[in-house]
């Protein structure tokens, strides 16, 4: 994936989440190298990796609210 992909899709998150971008891009690289450790195929793990950071961010969003 290239580079300017990986920073829209964290600045996007970032938006989306009222979240720092580099708490998000942290995330987003911790998140893609727990899925690369163990993947046989590696074509969807950006976007799965996306999506598990928005889930975790939205979630602890809402946890944090109430």
Do not use: C, G, W
Not at 37 to 44: C, F, G, N, Q, S
């Amino acid at each position: 994936m290239r580079h300017t992909d990986v920073d829209q899709i964290v600045q996007t998150i970032a938006a989306e989440t009222n979240t720092p971008a580099e708490t998000v891009a942290r995330m987003y690289a911790d998140t893609l190298d727990r899925y690369r450790a163990d993947a046989r195929i590696e074509d969807y793990l950006p976007l799965f990796a996306e999506r598990k950071v928005r889930a975790t961010l939205r979630s602890s969003s809402n946890t944090s609210r109430h």
